[in-house]
C-alpha cells in the first residue's frame, strides 16, 4: 500500500544520510542541507591568502624592512670619519632635536609644503572644476592635457623653470628689455623659485585628485538654486564648494606630502640655499656620511606624515558630519 503526500503530509520519506545510511524524516520538512564536513570549508580563506601572499611579500621587502632599519640606525651613534656605533641610545636624537640648525630645517620644509600646498589648490581648483563640469566632446582631451607634463621627467621641468627664473631667464630678460626693472628679480636661488616650480610640478597631481572627488558635485543643485534667485556667489560658496571639499582636501594631503618630500627642485632650484628635510637627509648620508643623523631626519619626516594624515582623516571626519549630519541611531 502507497501514501500520496498530498493526503498524507506527515508520511514518511528517505532521506540518505552522508554516510549511505537512509533515514525517514517527515514529507513537508523544508529541504535537507547538505553541510560540508569539517576542514572542507577552509578553500577560500587559503586562496585569498595565497593571492595576496606575492603582494604582502613585495610590501614587507620594499617598504617594512627599510623601515625597521632605519628606526633601528636612528637608534646608533655616530663615529669619527663616517664611523657607527651600534647601540640602543638616543642621543642622536638628542643631537637633532636639540640644534637649531635641524629645527630651522624642519620649520623651512613645513613652509614650503603649506606654501606650494596652497598656491597649487588656488591654480588647480578652477580647473579641475571646469573639466568635472563640461560637456564638451574634447573633455577626455582637455584631461589628457592637463595631465600631460606628468609625461616629462621632474628633472628636465626644474631645469627648464631654471632657465625661465634664472637672472639671465626669460622673465627678467622681458621685464629687462621692457624698461619695467631695472636688474634682474630674485627668482632662482631662494624659496620663492621654489614654490613657483614645485607649484607648476605639482599641478597635475591636483587636478587629477579634484577631478576624482568631485563626484558629488551635481549641476541639476546649481541650476535649481539659481531657479530660486540665489546670485553665483550664493551658489558657489553654498553648494559648488562643500561638494567639492572633499576633493579639495585630498588633493591637498597630497600635494603636501609630495612637496615635503621633494628633493630635486629645492636641490637644483634653490641653488644649495634652500635647505629642507629631503636635501638635509641627502647630505648627511652622501656628504657628511653620517647615518645616524640621517636615520633621525628621515624619523621626523615619518612623524610629520603622520600628524599631516591625522589632521587630514580629522577634516574628513569633521566635513562629513557638518554636510551629512549625524547618522540616525540603528543606522
Do not use: C
Not at 87 to 98: D, E, K, R, W, Y
Not at 154 to 176: D, Y
Not at 184 to 198: E, K, R
Request: charged residues 15%.
Amino acid at each position: 500500500m502507497t501514501v500520496d503526500p498530498a493526503e498524507a503530509p506527515e508520511a514518511a520519506q528517505a532521506v540518505e544520510a552522508p554516510d549511505g545510511t537512509r533515514t525517514a524524516r517527515p514529507a513537508n520538512a523544508p529541504p535537507a542541507v547538505n553541510v560540508p564536513p569539517r576542514g572542507r570549508g577552509r578553500g577560500p580563506g587559503r586562496l585569498a591568502l595565497a593571492l595576496l601572499a606575492p603582494g604582502l611579500l613585495a610590501l614587507l621587502l620594499t617598504y617594512a624592512l627599510p623601515l625597521v632599519w632605519v628606526l633601528r640606525m636612528s637608534l646608533n651613534e655616530s663615529g669619527e670619519g663616517g664611523a657607527i656605533r651600534q647601540t640602543f641610545s638616543l642621543a642622536t636624537f638628542g643631537h637633532v632635536l636639540g640644534s637649531g640648525h635641524y629645527w630651522n630645517v624642519i620649520g623651512r620644509t613645513v613652509e614650503l609644503g603649506v606654501l606650494v600646498t596652497v598656491f597649487t589648490l588656488l591654480v588647480s581648483y578652477p580647473v579641475a572644476l571646469f573639466l568635472a563640469r563640461t560637456t564638451s566632446r574634447w573633455r577626455g582631451l582637455l584631461i589628457a592635457l592637463a595631465v600631460t607634463p606628468l609625461l616629462i621627467s621632474s628633472v628636465a621641468r626644474t631645469f627648464g623653470w631654471m632657465a625661465i627664473l634664472g637672472s639671465q631667464g626669460v622673465i627678467n630678460k622681458t621685464l629687462t628689455g621692457a624698461g619695467l626693472i631695472d636688474g634682474p628679480l630674485p627668482l632662482a636661488n631662494n624659496l620663492t623659485g621654489v614654490v613657483i616650480a614645485s607649484t607648476e610640478i605639482y599641478m597635475p597631481f591636483a587636478i587629477l585628485a579634484m577631478i576624482s572627488g568631485f563626484g558629488r558635485l551635481d549641476p541639476a543643485l546649481e541650476h535649481a538654486a539659481a531657479s530660486l534667485g540665489a546670485p553665483r556667489r550664493t551658489v558657489f560658496r553654498r553648494i559648488v564648494l562643500p561638494l567639492t571639499l572633499p576633493g579639495v582636501l585630498t588633493a591637498a594631503l597630497l600635494v603636501f606630502v609630495l612637496s615635503l618630500s621633494g628633493y630635486v627642485t629645492p636641490r637644483l632650484i634653490g641653488g644649495g640655499r634652500v635647505f629642507v628635510l629631503a636635501t638635509e637627509i641627502y647630505d648627511e648620508a652622501i656628504t657628511a656620511l653620517d647615518w645616524p643623523v640621517a636615520a633621525v631626519l628621515s624619523v621626523l619626516l615619518l612623524a610629520v606624515f603622520g600628524v599631516v594624515i591625522t589632521l587630514y582623516l580629522r577634516a574628513q571626519r569633521a566635513l562629513e558630519a557638518r554636510f551629512t549630519g549625524p547618522r540616525e541611531a540603528g543606522s
